[in-house]
């Protein structure tokens, strides 16, 4: 009876999964994250891989000094931070790491939440409820879509990287008001990522900030992709067009900063605001103290850095002009991720499992993670990789998608 219960909730969906090419398992990594790995095959053996899929664009999570500090911060501050962060939690280490953070990101204050999830859910939802106006890129983050979704919005989504078309359905949200003259006036957020993060493109920052000043809009971006990556220093969009920032900077502590967490930056206002109203900030246990102070760590380390973030910079570049010379459809990504989109989701399957087998490591993604018929290669590099590593894959990508036809 139990089995036929849960299989109600389950069962059609997996098989939808298992019959759609989208069924998801998880791989065994053996060694820590860093540019050379070890999976557990199939059948039972360890293989050495050249990593191109890897969030740590920086190599962070296995840097000694890093490791080391990290290990101190657990003899100092224990295991876990015993409390959320308006009752017990809140630690030095998390104050310092969110000091740290508004002055990486040159703004006035920070806070922190436990993922970069949990940044987007707590502050769409608390900054927006039912009758607001959201605007948000067509290729926003899961994690967007669900902050947009818990806060009852009205939601417009715009075509992707089309500031045209974010006017138009401003447009059109400013004319669906017209009808609804009794309900209070809305208030309006652009939400954008930064770095789209399956396909590697720039959301246009001073378009963006031209379009919300003239429609009175808060602008939100998602720099998940773009901490530590963009910009001479890889403090993110801003400075790599050097224009003004967004009033609302979400970020990730988990990707080229190498440790857990998600903040959000700006004005001390909002960050008041989201410290009274953020549901993800509020009813949570605060990060472990040694977490946050490894965040802090890093991310000096990458201030102190910046070659990394030149280094990062350089190999992308090496990797796409190899990848061209080949004969491999992309264009010059301005960020760590290199997609190359394959179409069919069984074919994208079968070149990476086939590249797997050649010993790199590049994951295929599908359909819901990405539209239907999109599926890629989505390669991302490390500030760490070779020359000899890239050329090598380079190589290895093209023969295989040409043996995969
Ligand atoms: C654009 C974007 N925003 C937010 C997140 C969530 O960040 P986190 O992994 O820290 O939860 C991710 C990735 O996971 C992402 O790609």
Not at 235 to 242: D, P, S, V
């Amino acid at each position: 009876m139990k089995e036929k219960i849960l299989d109600l909730f389950t069962r059609d969906a997996l098989e939808t999964a298992r019959a759609n090419n989208t069924y998801r398992s998880m791989r065994l990594m053996e060694t820590p994250e860093s540019s050379r790995v070890k999976i557990r095959m199939p059948d039972g053996t360890s293989q050495e891989q050249i990593l191109l899929a890897s969030n740590s664009y920086l190599d962070l999570a296995n840097v000694d000094e890093l490791k080391q500090a990290m290990a101190q911060a657990v003899l100092e501050w224990g295991t876990g931070s015993g409390g959320a962060r308006l009752t017990t939690g809140n630690k030095t280490p998390h104050q310092k790491l969110e000091e740290f953070i508004a002055k990486f990101k040159c703004e006035e204050s920070a806070i922190t939440f436990n993922t970069g999830y949990m940044a987007n859910v707590g502050t769409i939802s608390a900054l927006c409820s039912k009758n607001d106006f959201i605007f948000s890129d067509e290729l926003n983050h899961a994690s967007i879509i669900d902050g947009i979704r818990l806060s009852r919005a009205k939601c417009f989504v715009y075509k992707h990287n089309d500031v045209a078309d974010l006017q138009r359905v401003i447009q059109e949200a400013e004319k669906s008001r017209a009808y609804e003259p009794t309900l209070p006036v809305p208030r309006k957020l652009i939400v954008t990522d930064a770095v789209f993060s399956m396909d590697g493109d720039l959301a246009n920052l001073p378009e963006l900030l031209r379009i919300a000043h003239e429609s009175e809009c808060l602008l939100m971006i998602d720099e998940a992709h773009a901490t530590g990556v963009l910009g001479k220093t890889g403090r993110g969009l801003a400075e790599h067009y050097g224009c003004a920032h967004a009033d609302v900077t979400v970020g990730t502590l988990s990707k080229a900063v190498a440790a857990e967490g998600g903040f959000v930056a700006g004005k001390q206002q909002l960050i008041d605001f989201l410290r009274n109203k953020a549901r993800s900030f509020i009813f949570t246990t605060a990060m472990p103290p040694a977490v946050a102070a490894a965040a802090c760590n890093n991310l000096r380390y990458i201030d102190a850095h910046p070659e990394r973030v030149q280094n990062l910079r350089e190999n992308v570049k090496f990797f796409c002009d190899a990848l061209l010379h080949e004969g491999v459809n992309v264009v010059q990504s301005p960020s760590a991720i290199v997609p190359i989109v394959i179409g069919d989701e069984a074919r994208a399957l079968k070149i990476s499992a086939a590249l797997q087998d050649a010993g790199i490591l590049i994951p295929a993604i599908r359909y819901p993670t990405v539209a239907k018929g999109q599926a890629r290669l989505r390669a991302s590099l490390m500030a760490t990789h070779t020359h000899e590593q890239l050329q090598i894959a380079a190589t290895t990508i093209a023969q295989i998608i040409n043996d995969c036809l």
